[in-house]
């Protein structure tokens, strides 16, 4: 069975000193681990007061910021992505501008970078707007800007988790959280058989129940999930060219079958994400619905855009009705690789 989100491999597990290794990372930042990367993100706009600002951010994001952004009174002040990359564009970053921008929101989607420093080249030494960068779905790409935050569950088969990455001279004091029912549900859904149990019976509920469960304030990360992170994470490491070249190797397939594929330049492949052909947009739910009949489950992250006109962001709600994520970890094989091509042979 193959699934989008981390799974637990018995017998892979390595300790490492995380604070240490992490440091090397991201020298002379200080790093808050969180409950979930959205407080990361609450902790960065109380931080650098923006409240009552704009933000410029793309359109094609998760929908966990509108509630943010409602609660803080910042207008966020949506861009178009390029199909390609999934990114927004530096002219009309640029363009849109005003004097309440406070911020700009990049985001590193599916795992390729957005070039940071051509855009402060843009910006021509600005030192009123903030770039935050969100790598939910980037880590392993290291942020160039002073402030960034991160998902780790996205990557890691850690029950839930984010890390904030800012100036040292924050001040940051979070209470403290415990292992509780959604992580328990967390954790059997990294393992196979029970993954596949909720795919295929709790779909529908499991979704509203982890979501009632999310803290509305944010806090810091619980020690089963820090412990999870801190083995999985040199494993990361010495596996990720691996995952790259396997992830390659998934998207020529891909290509051969007429989807249309990211950039794999310094893409970190958190998401092995593609779009499905033209003719085949309407057919995008069908198609994931019975990849499951192979065993093979696919996400579509993210099929509902936080914005609703259709005509000012087109390339947003294209990707939106287009966007498969397919099945990748970082112990997949060129077999499993084949075996999940064979499975989309079929079903197109």
């Excluded at 861009?79 to 990049?106: G, N, Q, W």
């Excluded at 999985?232 to 891909?254: G, M, T, V, W, Y």
């Excluded at 094989?333 to 042979?345: F, H, L, N, Q, S």
Aim: net charge positive; aromatic share 12%; hydrophobic share 40%.
């Amino acid at each position: 069975m193959f699934f989008v989100h981390p799974q637990i491999k018995l017998g892979r597990l390595r300790k490492a000193d995380i604070i240490k290794k992490l440091s090397s990372y991201f020298p002379d930042k200080q790093l808050v681990f969180t409950d979930m990367g959205r407080s990361a993100f609450k902790i960065i706009v109380e931080k650098l007061n923006l409240q009552n600002s704009e933000i410029l951010m793309p359109a094609y994001i998760c929908d966990i910021f509108k509630p943010i952004l409602e609660r803080y009174n910042i207008k966020p002040v949506f861009l178009d992505i390029d199909l390609k990359t999934f990114h927004i564009k530096h002219e009309d970053i640029i363009s849109k501008i005003t004097s309440r921008t406070k911020a700009i929101l990049v985001c590193h989607t599916y795992g390729l970078p957005f070039d940071v420093d051509a855009l402060r080249s843009d910006l021509r030494g600005r030192t009123d707007l903030t770039i935050i960068e969100d790598c939910a779905h980037a880590f392993g790409v290291k942020p160039k800007s002073d402030i960034a935050f991160f998902s780790l569950y996205k990557q890691f088969p850690a029950l839930r988790g984010g890390l904030l990455v800012c100036p040292k001279d924050w001040q940051i004091s979070l209470p403290k959280t415990s292992f509780n029912f959604r992580d328990f549900i967390s954790l059997l859904n990294c393992f196979a058989l029970f993954a596949f149990i909720f795919k295929k019976f709790g779909k529908d509920i499991a979704p509203k129940m982890l979501r009632k469960e999310k803290l509305p304030e944010p806090a810091g990360l619980n020690k089963l999930s820090l412990k999870l992170f801190s083995y999985f994470f040199e494993d990361f490491e010495k596996s990720l060219p691996h995952r790259i070249n396997i992830a390659k190797l998934f998207q020529l397939e891909l290509k051969k079958l007429g989807f249309e594929v990211q950039d794999s330049k310094n893409n970190v492949f958190c998401y092995l994400s593609a779009l499905v052909p033209n003719n085949l947009t309407d057919k995008r739910d069908e198609i994931v619905e019975k990849l499951r009949k192979y065993h093979v489950f696919c996400t579509r992250i993210w099929h509902t855009p936080i914005i609703l006109n259709h005509e000012e962001f087109p390339n947003t709600f294209e990707a939106a009705r287009r966007i498969i994520n397919f099945p990748l970890q970082n112990y997949y094989t060129e077999r499993d690789i084949k075996k999940i091509i064979k499975a989309v042979k079929k079903v197109l």
